[in-house]
């Protein structure tokens, strides 16, 4: 599975992203696709996930302001990030889970200015 990535970019506190994030290759079989981020001199931290039947799970962090979703037709993952704050700067990269292994995207950035 090959993760392509796309939408970060440079904002202002209180602006919106979307990112998007498509899978190729062998898809089928996919479950849980994710979002990840990582800024710097943390650890990666799961922001959001969304299971094959659309299930999803939020850090309490991003609650409220985020939204994942899928398209399965497509095999892409969004997420749709408002009220960002510049806490939320960080490298976002995207994730999926098929058959039990993990397979990572390349990873945007997204810079949220005060």
């Known amino acids: 599975v090959q993760l392509q990535a796309f939408g970060g970019g440079l904002v202002q506190a209180g602006g919106s992203l979307r990112l998007s994030c498509a899978a190729s290759g062998s898809t089928f079989g996919i479950n849980s696709m994710n979002w990840f981020r990582q800024a710097p001199g943390n650890e990666r931290e799961l922001v959001a996930s969304?299971?094959?039947?659309?299930?999803?799970m939020y850090a309490g962090s991003v609650k409220g302001r985020f939204t994942i979703s899928r398209d399965n037709v497509k095999n892409t993952v969004y997420l749709q990030m408002n009220s960002l704050k510049p806490e939320d700067t960080a490298v976002y990269y995207c994730?999926?889970?098929?058959?039990?292994?993990?397979?990572w995207g390349q990873g945007t950035l997204v810079t949220v200015s005060s």
């Open positions: 994730n999926v889970i098929k058959q039990f292994r993990n397979y």
């Open positions: 969304i299971s094959s039947g659309s299930t999803t």
